[in-house]
C-alpha cells in the first residue's frame, strides 16, 4: 500500500532522484519488462502472467514452508501455525488466479500453443520443491530438471532434508513416547501407518491435552485441503482449454493432473476422521 500523491508535496519529489523509490524498491523495471510473447496472439501476455505471478506466489510458499519447518523442530511453535496459515491463503490466491487463465478459450491457447515448445509448468522446479519439502518425493519427477544441473542439486539437496510432515512427526512421537522416523521414506512419497494415524486419534481424541498438536494437525488438514483445491481447479482450465491433448512438456496431460488428485501428502490426519 502506498500513500496518495499530494501536489503540496512536489518539491520533495526530486530527492527521488537521490533516494529509494517504489519502483526501485520492488525492482519493478526488471520485473515489468520480463513479459515477452512470441507470437502476436493477443491471450499470450494473459498466459505468461498468469505464470510468473503463480511463481511469485509459490516463491513465498517455499519460504514459508521452510520457516514452518524450522520452527516445528524447535521449542516454540506457536508461530508456525500462523506460517502454515499464511501458505493455506496462498493456495488460495493461486485458486483464484486459474479463474482469470479460464476466459482464454480453446481457441485463444490455440493462436500461440506452437510458440511454447516444450515448455511446460510440469518443469517448474519451486512447484516441485514445494512438493518434495511437503512430502510427496517422486524421484521420477527429477528428470525433467536434469539440464539445469543447479536446480536439479538443489532438489536433490531438498530431498535430503525431513519433509514437512517428517518434523510434524517427530513432535508427535515424542508427545507420544514413540519414534516414528522407521517410516520416514525421504526419497519416496509418505505412505499411511496404522501407528501414525493411531498417535493423531489419541490427539483428536482428547484435544484439550495435546493442543498444539491438535491445532497442528488442523492447519496441515487447511494446507493440504487449499493444495488439493488448486490441484482440482489446474485439472478443469486445462481440460476446459485443450480438452484430452498431450501437454506441451510430454505429459498425457488431463490423465495425468486426474492421477495427482488421487495424492495424499499427510494421510495419517484424513484417515484419522473415519476411527475417531
Do not use: C
Not at 502476436?40 to 502472467?49: Q, T, V, W
Not at 493461486?94 to 500453443?113: C, E, K, Q
Not at 530438471?145 to 536446480?151: A, F, I, K, Q, T
Amino acid at each position: 500500500m502506498t500513500d496518495a500523491y499530494d501536489p503540496a508535496t512536489d518539491g520533495a519529489q526530486m530527492s527521488y532522484a537521490r533516494e529509494m523509490s517504489y519502483g526501485d524498491y520492488l525492482a519493478l523495471e526488471g520485473l515489468l519488462e520480463g513479459q515477452k510473447p512470441l507470437s502476436d496472439a493477443h491471450d499470450e501476455m494473459l498466459f505468461i502472467i498468469q505464470h510468473q505471478t503463480s511463481e511469485l506466489w509459490m516463491r513465498l510458499a517455499i519460504h514459508e514452508l521452510a520457516a514452518a519447518r524450522n520452527g516445528l523442530a524447535g521449542v516454540e511453535i506457536r508461530p508456525v501455525f500462523k506460517m502454515l496459515t499464511r501458505v493455506s491463503r496462498i493456495f488460495e490466491q493461486l485458486n483464484g488466479a486459474w479463474d482469470v487463465l479460464r476466459t482464454m478459450t480453446p481457441s485463444d491457447y490455440t493462436a500461440f500453443r506452437d510458440d511454447l515448445g516444450k515448455s511446460s509448468g510440469f518443469q517448474s522446479h519451486q512447484y516441485r520443491r514445494i512438493e518434495f519439502m511437503l512430502g510427496n518425493r517422486n524421484m521420477a519427477m527429477l528428470k525433467v530438471h536434469e539440464h539445469r544441473p543447479v536446480l536439479h542439486a538443489a532438489l536433490m539437496a531438498e530431498v535430503a532434508e525431513k519433509s514437512l510432515y517428517h518434523v510434524a512427526l517427530d513432535r508427535l512421537g515424542a508427545a507420544m513416547g514413540r519414534d516414528f522416523s522407521e517410516y520416514y521414506r525421504m526419497e519416496a512419497p509418505h505412505q499411511a501407518q496404522d501407528a501414525i494415524r493411531d498417535a493423531w486419534a489419541r490427539v483428536y481424541e482428547v484435544p484439550q491435552e495435546q493442543w498444539e498438536l491438535y491445532e497442528l494437525a488442523e492447519k496441515l488438514v487447511d494446507l493440504e485441503d487449499y493444495f488439493r483445491r488448486w490441484r482440482f481447479n489446474h485439472v478443469t482450465t486445462v481440460e476446459r482449454i485443450i480438452g484430452f491433448k498431450r501437454g506441451t512438456g510430454g505429459t498425457s496431460g488431463v490423465q495425468y493432473l486426474r492421477r495427482m488428485l488421487e495424492v495424499e501428502l499427510f494421510p495419517e490426519l484424513w484417515h484419522v476422521r473415519g476411527q475417531l
